[in-house]
Protein backbone atom coordinates (compact mmCIF):
# COMPACT_ATOMS: atom_id res chain seq x y z
CA UNK A 1 0.00 0.00 0.00
CA UNK A 2 1.00 3.82 -0.24
CA UNK A 3 3.46 4.41 2.42
CA UNK A 4 4.68 1.08 2.78
CA UNK A 5 1.81 -0.65 4.83
CA UNK A 6 1.16 -4.88 3.92
CA UNK A 7 -2.11 -6.10 3.60
CA UNK A 8 -2.54 -9.67 5.02
CA UNK A 9 -4.93 -12.14 5.52
CA UNK A 10 -5.89 -13.89 8.34
CA UNK A 11 -6.32 -17.53 8.06
CA UNK A 12 -7.22 -18.58 11.71
CA UNK A 13 -8.72 -21.47 13.42
CA UNK A 14 -12.12 -19.76 13.95
CA UNK A 15 -12.37 -16.21 12.58
CA UNK A 16 -10.29 -14.03 10.15
CA UNK A 17 -10.08 -10.89 8.47
CA UNK A 18 -7.84 -8.28 7.04
CA UNK A 19 -5.10 -6.80 8.74
CA UNK A 20 -2.24 -3.73 7.73
CA UNK A 21 0.86 -4.34 9.08
CA UNK A 22 2.31 -0.60 8.86
CA UNK A 23 5.67 0.29 8.46
CA UNK A 24 6.69 0.89 11.97
CA UNK A 25 5.39 -2.92 13.19
CA UNK A 26 2.08 -1.52 14.13
CA UNK A 27 -1.10 -3.60 13.09
CA UNK A 28 -4.23 -2.31 12.58
CA UNK A 29 -7.94 -4.05 11.18
CA UNK A 30 -8.97 -3.17 7.88
CA UNK A 31 -11.90 -5.80 7.34
CA UNK A 32 -13.03 -8.48 10.50
CA UNK A 33 -17.03 -8.46 9.79
CA UNK A 34 -19.06 -8.72 6.75
CA UNK A 35 -23.00 -8.15 6.19
CA UNK A 36 -22.96 -7.96 9.82
CA UNK A 37 -21.07 -11.34 10.76
CA UNK A 38 -17.62 -11.96 11.75
CA UNK A 39 -15.19 -12.88 8.56
CA UNK A 40 -14.65 -16.78 9.10
CA UNK A 41 -11.02 -17.80 8.45
CA UNK A 42 -9.76 -15.60 5.54
CA UNK A 43 -7.58 -17.05 2.74
CA UNK A 44 -6.41 -14.06 0.68
CA UNK A 45 -6.17 -10.73 0.08
CA UNK A 46 -5.49 -8.69 -3.50
CA UNK A 47 -5.46 -5.01 -4.10
CA UNK A 48 -5.74 -4.07 -7.37
CA UNK A 49 -4.86 -0.94 -10.02
CA UNK A 50 -7.87 0.82 -9.08
CA UNK A 51 -7.52 0.80 -5.30
CA UNK A 52 -10.26 -2.03 -4.49
CA UNK A 53 -9.38 -4.77 -2.32
CA UNK A 54 -10.41 -7.94 -3.07
CA UNK A 55 -10.69 -11.07 -0.07
CA UNK A 56 -11.43 -14.82 -0.09
CA UNK A 57 -12.97 -16.90 2.23
CA UNK A 58 -12.30 -20.83 1.56
CA UNK A 59 -15.09 -21.83 3.28
CA UNK A 60 -17.75 -21.06 6.12
CA UNK A 61 -17.17 -24.74 7.99
CA UNK A 62 -15.67 -25.51 11.06
CA UNK A 63 -12.74 -26.94 11.03
CA UNK A 64 -11.86 -25.92 7.42
CA UNK A 65 -11.19 -29.54 6.49
CA UNK A 66 -14.33 -30.27 6.06
CA UNK A 67 -14.86 -27.97 2.94
CA UNK A 68 -11.69 -30.28 1.40
CA UNK A 69 -14.47 -31.64 -0.75
CA UNK A 70 -15.52 -31.54 -4.19
CA UNK A 71 -19.30 -31.38 -3.47
CA UNK A 72 -19.08 -28.30 -0.68
CA UNK A 73 -19.47 -24.84 -2.43
CA UNK A 74 -19.44 -22.30 0.44
CA UNK A 75 -16.86 -19.91 -0.30
CA UNK A 76 -17.22 -16.56 -1.21
CA UNK A 77 -15.19 -13.40 -2.37
CA UNK A 78 -15.60 -9.79 -0.40
CA UNK A 79 -15.45 -6.81 -2.26
CA UNK A 80 -13.93 -3.87 0.25
CA UNK A 81 -13.93 -0.43 -2.18
CA UNK A 82 -15.00 3.40 -1.42
CA UNK A 83 -19.01 1.93 -1.26
CA UNK A 84 -18.05 -0.26 2.06
CA UNK A 85 -17.68 -4.22 2.40
CA UNK A 86 -19.60 -6.84 0.78
CA UNK A 87 -19.71 -10.41 -0.41
CA UNK A 88 -19.58 -10.01 -4.56
CA UNK A 89 -19.48 -13.64 -5.64
CA UNK A 90 -20.57 -17.01 -3.61
CA UNK A 91 -20.51 -20.40 -3.67
CA UNK A 92 -17.14 -21.50 -4.80
CA UNK A 93 -15.31 -24.39 -4.38
CA UNK A 94 -12.82 -23.75 -1.86
CA UNK A 95 -11.97 -19.80 -2.97
CA UNK A 96 -8.17 -19.54 -2.81
CA UNK A 97 -5.82 -16.70 -4.89
CA UNK A 98 -7.89 -14.24 -6.36
CA UNK A 99 -6.55 -11.46 -8.95
CA UNK A 100 -7.77 -9.01 -11.17
CA UNK A 101 -6.92 -9.12 -14.81
CA UNK A 102 -4.24 -6.72 -16.28
CA UNK A 103 -7.02 -5.17 -18.45
CA UNK A 104 -9.01 -4.56 -15.36
CA UNK A 105 -12.23 -6.62 -16.84
CA UNK A 106 -11.95 -9.78 -14.60
CA UNK A 107 -11.27 -11.18 -11.80
CA UNK A 108 -9.99 -14.74 -11.46
CA UNK A 109 -10.34 -16.70 -8.61
CA UNK A 110 -8.88 -20.30 -7.80
CA UNK A 111 -11.78 -22.68 -6.79
CA UNK A 112 -8.90 -25.49 -5.12
CA UNK A 113 -11.51 -28.62 -4.23
CA UNK A 114 -13.32 -27.76 -7.14
CA UNK A 115 -10.48 -28.07 -9.10
CA UNK A 116 -10.74 -25.19 -11.48
CA UNK A 117 -9.78 -21.32 -12.36
CA UNK A 118 -13.16 -19.05 -12.79
CA UNK A 119 -13.15 -15.72 -14.01
CA UNK A 120 -16.38 -13.07 -13.48
CA UNK A 121 -16.54 -10.10 -15.58
CA UNK A 122 -16.51 -6.91 -13.51
CA UNK A 123 -19.16 -4.97 -14.47
CA UNK A 124 -20.76 -1.09 -13.55
CA UNK A 125 -20.40 -0.61 -9.95
CA UNK A 126 -17.85 -3.01 -9.04
CA UNK A 127 -20.26 -5.83 -9.57
CA UNK A 128 -19.60 -9.11 -10.90
CA UNK A 129 -21.11 -10.72 -13.61
CA UNK A 130 -22.16 -14.96 -14.01
CA UNK A 131 -18.85 -16.82 -13.63
CA UNK A 132 -16.91 -18.39 -16.11
CA UNK A 133 -15.13 -21.43 -16.13
CA UNK A 134 -11.42 -21.09 -17.63
CA UNK A 135 -9.85 -24.19 -17.32
CA UNK A 136 -10.64 -27.47 -15.32
CA UNK A 137 -7.88 -29.88 -13.53
CA UNK A 138 -7.38 -33.54 -13.50
CA UNK A 139 -6.36 -35.56 -10.53
CA UNK A 140 -3.53 -34.63 -8.41
CA UNK A 141 -4.16 -30.72 -9.16
CA UNK A 142 -5.06 -28.63 -6.33
CA UNK A 143 -5.17 -24.96 -7.70
CA UNK A 144 -3.96 -22.14 -5.05
CA UNK A 145 -1.63 -20.10 -6.27
CA UNK A 146 -3.03 -17.36 -9.20
CA UNK A 147 -0.61 -14.84 -10.78
CA UNK A 148 -0.90 -13.73 -14.53
CA UNK A 149 2.42 -13.43 -16.79
CA UNK A 150 3.71 -10.67 -19.37
CA UNK A 151 1.65 -12.85 -22.51
CA UNK A 152 -1.71 -12.83 -20.37
CA UNK A 153 -1.43 -16.47 -19.36
CA UNK A 154 -1.96 -17.55 -15.88
CA UNK A 155 0.23 -19.70 -13.35
CA UNK A 156 -1.19 -21.98 -11.33
CA UNK A 157 0.59 -23.44 -8.42
CA UNK A 158 -0.83 -26.93 -7.05
CA UNK A 159 -0.57 -28.10 -3.45
CA UNK A 160 0.58 -31.84 -2.57
CA UNK A 161 1.63 -32.54 -6.06
CA UNK A 162 3.87 -29.63 -6.18
CA UNK A 163 2.87 -28.36 -9.54
CA UNK A 164 3.34 -25.24 -11.47
CA UNK A 165 0.97 -24.90 -14.19
CA UNK A 166 0.92 -22.59 -16.97
CA UNK A 167 -2.70 -21.94 -18.37
CA UNK A 168 -2.92 -20.05 -21.63
CA UNK A 169 -6.16 -17.42 -22.64
CA UNK A 170 -7.93 -20.63 -24.43
CA UNK A 171 -7.86 -22.83 -21.38
CA UNK A 172 -5.05 -24.77 -22.67
CA UNK A 173 -2.27 -26.45 -19.84
CA UNK A 174 1.39 -26.85 -20.12
CA UNK A 175 3.39 -28.37 -16.64
CA UNK A 176 6.03 -26.24 -15.85
CA UNK A 177 7.20 -27.83 -13.29
CA UNK A 178 6.47 -30.79 -10.57
CA UNK A 179 8.32 -32.46 -7.98
CA UNK A 180 5.95 -34.89 -6.12
CA UNK A 181 6.10 -38.20 -4.18
CA UNK A 182 3.82 -40.89 -6.39
CA UNK A 183 2.88 -42.93 -3.19
CA UNK A 184 2.01 -39.66 -1.29
CA UNK A 185 -0.03 -38.46 -4.35
CA UNK A 186 -2.24 -41.52 -4.95
CA UNK A 187 -3.46 -41.26 -1.50
CA UNK A 188 -3.96 -37.81 -1.11
CA UNK A 189 -6.55 -38.70 -4.27
CA UNK A 190 -8.28 -41.56 -3.54
CA UNK A 191 -8.90 -39.82 -0.35
CA UNK A 192 -9.68 -36.77 -2.00
CA UNK A 193 -12.11 -38.85 -4.44
CA UNK A 194 -14.08 -40.92 -1.25
CA UNK A 195 -14.52 -37.14 0.30
CA UNK A 196 -12.26 -38.33 3.06
CA UNK A 197 -9.44 -35.37 2.55
CA UNK A 198 -7.80 -34.01 5.72
CA UNK A 199 -5.33 -32.06 7.61
CA UNK A 200 -2.96 -34.76 7.39
CA UNK A 201 -2.76 -35.35 3.63
CA UNK A 202 -1.82 -31.54 3.48
CA UNK A 203 0.36 -31.49 6.53
CA UNK A 204 3.12 -33.72 5.55
CA UNK A 205 5.65 -32.20 2.32
CA UNK A 206 6.37 -35.08 0.17
CA UNK A 207 8.18 -33.46 -2.64
CA UNK A 208 11.77 -34.07 -3.01
CA UNK A 209 12.80 -30.48 -3.14
CA UNK A 210 9.78 -28.48 -2.69
CA UNK A 211 7.69 -28.59 0.44
CA UNK A 212 3.93 -27.98 -0.57
CA UNK A 213 3.73 -24.70 -3.09
CA UNK A 214 0.65 -23.21 -2.49
CA UNK A 215 2.27 -19.45 -4.66
CA UNK A 216 4.09 -18.17 -7.43
CA UNK A 217 5.60 -14.31 -7.84
CA UNK A 218 7.75 -13.41 -10.38
CA UNK A 219 10.59 -10.86 -9.34
CA UNK A 220 14.10 -10.19 -11.13
CA UNK A 221 15.33 -7.18 -12.82
CA UNK A 222 13.62 -8.66 -15.99
CA UNK A 223 10.54 -10.60 -14.16
CA UNK A 224 12.02 -13.78 -15.18
CA UNK A 225 12.87 -15.18 -11.63
CA UNK A 226 10.04 -17.53 -10.57
CA UNK A 227 9.43 -17.28 -6.72
CA UNK A 228 7.77 -20.49 -5.03
CA UNK A 229 5.70 -20.11 -1.65
CA UNK A 230 5.81 -23.42 0.12
CA UNK A 231 3.04 -23.97 3.42
CA UNK A 232 5.69 -26.37 4.80
CA UNK A 233 8.54 -24.78 3.51
CA UNK A 234 12.04 -22.74 5.12
CA UNK A 235 12.80 -21.13 2.67
CA UNK A 236 12.14 -19.93 -0.72
CA UNK A 237 12.76 -21.30 -3.74
CA UNK A 238 13.51 -19.86 -7.31
CA UNK A 239 13.55 -20.90 -10.82
CA UNK A 240 14.23 -18.97 -14.17
CA UNK A 241 11.27 -18.62 -16.10
CA UNK A 242 10.55 -18.78 -19.92
CA UNK A 243 8.34 -15.51 -20.20
CA UNK A 244 8.29 -12.47 -18.39
CA UNK A 245 5.77 -11.73 -15.35
CA UNK A 246 2.91 -9.36 -15.03
CA UNK A 247 4.36 -6.50 -13.04
CA UNK A 248 1.74 -6.57 -9.83
CA UNK A 249 0.20 -2.84 -9.52
CA UNK A 250 1.05 -2.15 -6.24
CA UNK A 251 4.78 -2.29 -7.34
CA UNK A 252 3.81 1.10 -8.67
CA UNK A 253 2.69 3.07 -5.20
CA UNK A 254 4.29 5.66 -4.09
CA UNK A 255 6.37 4.10 -0.40
CA UNK A 256 6.77 7.53 0.83
CA UNK A 257 9.48 7.33 3.33
CA UNK A 258 10.61 3.77 2.46
CA UNK A 259 11.35 5.26 -0.93
CA UNK A 260 15.02 4.35 -1.92
Avoid at 248 to 258: A, E, S
Amino acid sequence: EPGGSVLMADLGAEEGGVFRLLADGGVEPVLVTVDGHPLPPTNFVHLDAAGRTWITVSTRKRPRDLGYRADVADGFVVLLDRSGARIVADGLGYTNECCVSPDGAWLYVNETFARRVSRFPIGAGNTLGAREVVTTFGAGTYPDGLVFDGEGAIWITSIVSNRVIRVFPDGRQQVVLEDADAGHLAWTEAAFVAGELGRPHLDKAAGRRLRNISSLAFGGPDLRTIYLGCLLGESIATFAGPVAGWQPPHWDVPLGDLAP
